[in-house]
């Protein structure tokens, strides 16, 4: 992909100047207090093995202590600064990375793996925490350590600051291109096969049982294994790569220590005078000043070796803001709706107009739908008309399109044809408006790790808040799980991870409530039998039937109005329309109750 999008993720992520430059400032202070504290006590230790009076000692004593002292605290301060900027700005990338994601799912997200997203979403986004303080706080602060410290030397002997300096120049030149060389290719890898490792651990661990029912657990397994393998293998490569630039560091260190001592030599002097004078004496070598010559390239040295390793962080860095760039920057199909999370002046009020008697609260009239990707209709156009407080079954073999026209009714993907809500064409409103008036219950709802009360009050219209107990037991009547509440923790009792602590047919009673609590207009069932044995799934289409005809509160007439999609038969009694959806052709029974046209 075009690296432009990355370059834009990065300007995001990267802190603004004001934000950064505290941290900045520390550790540029912190670096200039380890070079000085290393060329102090060089100075002090050599300076007073000349015995000279204790006095005349005092001010380099306590310089060696401010700077011991400074050095950790500068650190410190350049940590938190630095993190504080980082964890501001990965807030708002996270947040502004699910609110571009939002419109795509769920279907624009099929075709992507369960954990390599998961790794795009979390391990991804949080690796662009290492721009500011792995790569930008590190070159900036080098540089400037860097830099005073040749000034500084180069006030006592400018041909040692000039050795040092190119010495320095071909440490950090050689080592950023070994290090690119060696590891440059595994570290652009590493996102990538940490997001391939974490499918197949996620696929392992979501469908162990499905893997172990049929005997293929252990082959899971050993892919497991073999992605592992080739993530420690391009591990591994970015260790070499940074362990050969380490020690490349430490040889022209020694070096550098080499040569200021065989610069230093033939400018050395007998020792003059102790006083402050000196130190601001320029050109003057004598002993003290020839152990500060030689001991400072260890102190510049180590500042300095964070410049390689910076310049790999940026590889890194870049790596993930290139997928999660492939993930947002991705275009969004066609049969998708495009939806600015607004309500327009068509969507109405929140609360839904009354209906006369013979009113029409849903009409379709040669509505189809597509999957992202298909070229055809899952089904032949559709017609209906439907009522206030009405039932519709909708039948058809598996891949019919039942799921397909569910989420279309609810605006999770475009449609062709018509689909009008209290006469408003829903393409008018926003998704938002629309799910307020139609409520979708799924194959699989999807429950959360927590108790019932969690599971529940979610789904009220102003929040969870203002769902009160009383309201959350009266869902819970409704769809017959009063007494099973009861006879456990009650509204707190826990569901498990996915629901595993209920059985599917709960679960599927569970997410009615939901409906129930959202006071929506109309509620459509997905297969609410698909996860119950058949010998109790026409008792569960009786309730759930019966739930969501209850007349909520905010609503009028005779009722929610429900469409049931349902590939096995239900009682004709129960339903006002019946519509039988093929891969060409759509079929009505009871027509005196539905018009097809």
């Not at 990065?10 to 430059?21: N, Q, S």
């Not at 007073?48 to 001010?59: F, K, M, N, S, V």
């Not at 275009?331 to 109405?348: C, H, L, M, N, Y």
């Not at 219950?441 to 108790?451: C, N, V």
Request: overall charge negative.
């Amino acid at each position: 992909m075009s690296p432009a999008p990355a370059r834009d993720l990065l300007r995001l992520a990267r802190p603004g100047v004001r934000t950064m430059l505290p941290a900045l400032a520390f550790g540029v202070l912190s670096g200039l207090s380890a070079v000085l504290l290393l060329g102090l006590s060089a100075y002090l230790i050599t300076r007073a093995a000349e015995q000279p009076p204790i006095l005349y000692l005092g001010l380099l004593v306590v310089g060696v202590r401010a700077f011991a002292l400074s050095r950790g605290f500068f650190r410190y301060l350049e940590r938190l600064s630095s993190h504080d900027a980082a964890f501001r700005t990965l807030s708002t990338l996270r947040v502004g990375l699910v609110e571009r994601l939002m419109p795509l799912a769920p279907a624009g997200l099929v075709d992507r793996g369960r954990g390599d997203l998961l790794s795009r979403l979390v391990r991804d986004v949080e690796q662009l925490l290492d721009l500011p303080t792995r790569v930008i706080q590190p070159l900036v602060s080098s540089g400037v350590v860097v830099v005073s410290t040749l000034a500084g030397l180069a006030w006592f002997s400018p041909a040692a600051a000039a050795a040092l300096a190119v010495l320095l120049g071909l440490a950090l030149l050689a080592g950023t291109w070994l290090n690119a060389r060696i590891s440059g290719s595994a570290e652009r890898r590493t996102a990538m096969l940490r997001g391939a490792l974490a499918d197949e651990v996620t696929d392992l661990v979501v469908d162990v049982d499905v893997l172990l029912a049929y005997g293929a657990a252990e082959e899971q397994v050993r892919r497991v294994e073999r992605a592992d393998a080739r993530l420690r293998a391009a591990e591994l490569r970015s260790a070499v790569g940074a362990g050969v630039v380490s020690a490349l560091l430490t040889g022209l260190t020694g070096a550098a220590v080499l040569a200021m001592l065989l610069l230093g030599i033939p400018a050395l002097r007998p020792s003059a005078p102790l006083g402050p004078e000196f130190l601001l004496s320029p050109g003057v070598v004598d002993g003290p000043v020839l152990a500060v010559l030689a001991l400072v390239p260890l102190a510049v040295f180590e500042v300095a070796a964070a410049v390689p390793a910076a310049w790999s962080a940026r590889r890194r860095v870049l790596a993930a803001a290139e997928r999660i760039a492939e993930l947002t920057e991705r275009p969004r199909p066609e049969e998708i709706p495009a939806d600015d999370g607004e309500d327009s002046a068509a969507d109405g009020a929140d609360t839904p107009a009354d209906h006369p008697d013979g009113g029409v609260l849903l009409e379709l009239e040669q509505m189809t739908v597509r999957w992202p990707g298909q070229s055809v209709a899952t089904a032949a156009p559709v017609d209906l008309r439907l009522g206030p407080g009405e039932r519709a079954l909708v039948t058809g073999p598996s891949g019919a399109g039942k799921t397909a026209l569910a989420q279309a009714l609810v605006r999770l993907l475009e449609h062709e044809g018509s689909c009008r809500l209290d006469g408003v064409e829903i393409r008018e409103m926003s998704a938002a408006a629309v799910r307020r008036r139609v409520c979708l219950i799924e194959q699989r709802a999807h429950l959360f790790d927590s108790t019932l009360r969690a599971n529940l009050s979610f789904a009220h219209p102003q929040g969870p808040e203002a769902a009160g107990d009383d309201q959350l037991w009266e869902v819970l009547e409704a769809v017959g799980l009063g007494e099973w509440a009861r006879s456990r923790d009650g509204l707190d009792t826990r569901v498990g991870r996915e629901g595993a602590l209920v059985s599917g047919g709960q679960a599927q009673r569970i997410a009615v409530a939901r409906g129930l609590l959202s006071r929506a207009d109309m509620l459509v069932l997905d297969e609410p039998t698909a996860h119950v044995d058949p010998e109790l799934g026409d008792q569960l289409i009786r309730d759930l039937l019966g739930a969501a005809s209850r007349t909520p509160e905010r609503n009028v007439g005779r009722g929610r109005s429900v469409i049931l999609m349902s590939h096995l038969p239900v009682p004709e009694h129960l339903v006002d329309h019946h519509l039988g959806l093929t891969a060409a052709t759509s079929s009505c029974s009871n027509e005196h109750r539905v018009t097809l046209i």
